[in-house]
């Protein structure tokens, strides 16, 4: 089934989130924080993810780790629920975009749900250079990567890659060494206390 494009041009925003559960999600803060303070944090940064692309005029896909809920933060009447689909983070990725190309966007852009540092305007400028370039990616300061534009599906990205490590971003930049590609700026995502260290407004909220 084909989705409703008339309004967004082709282009389609990917949303990974993980379903928001004490002792799933932010794992490597939580062994700082506690469980508790972690999802805490998760939940703030989520929706702050809400209120950064609720009013970007492209297609809008939410993609759980787990469960699609009846209710909850992401409005149904702006953001459509997917559930991820795959084993690892890789494949899950790769049948994400997969998915959408079948359906017909021309225009792919996958973020996750948990940088801080991300804002409404980041996401313009990436769906703007995707429109005069392949691909368009924006670097993570701990080796990975926040954002992620292809205009086609180059399935190495996805594959043999460890998830999680400092490799990824160079990883990926080798993938895509063929294509026309366009680099961000630089984010700093929120996995250890040392990152929470730079957000006062977000430490303080541990601490309440």
């Given at each position: 089934m084909m989705e409703?494009?008339?309004?967004?041009?082709?282009?389609?925003?990917?949303?990974?989130?993980?379903?928001?559960?004490?002792?799933?999600?932010?794992?490597?803060?939580a062994t700082d924080i506690g469980d508790q303070a972690a999802l805490k944090i998760y939940n703030h940064l989520l929706q702050h993810t809400v209120n950064i692309t609720k009013n970007l005029q492209v297609e809008k896909w939410v993609c759980y780790s787990e469960e699609i809920p009846g209710e909850d933060i992401w409005d149904k009447n702006v953001f459509r629920k997917k559930l991820q689909q795959g084993e690892d983070l890789g494949e899950r990725m790769e049948n994400a975009f997969s998915s959408g190309f079948e359906a017909g966007f021309s225009s792919i852009i996958i973020i996750g749900s948990d940088l801080y540092d991300l804002s409404e305007e980041d996401l313009k400028i990436a769906f703007l250079t995707l429109q005069h370039s392949e691909a368009v990616i924006g670097p993570a300061t701990d080796g990975g990567y926040y954002l992620l534009g292809l205009k086609s599906l180059p399935s190495q990205v996805f594959r043999n890659k460890n998830w999680g490590s400092n490799t990824v971003l160079e990883n990926t930049l080798k993938d895509l060494n063929n294509l026309k590609l366009k680099q961000l700026e630089a984010r700093n995502d929120i996995d250890r206390f040392e990152d929470l260290k730079q957000h006062p407004d977000l430490l303080k909220m541990i601490k309440t």
């Open positions: 409703n494009k008339s309004s967004t041009g082709g282009e389609l925003l990917l949303i990974f989130t993980r379903n928001p559960e004490v002792g799933k999600v932010k794992k490597r803060l």
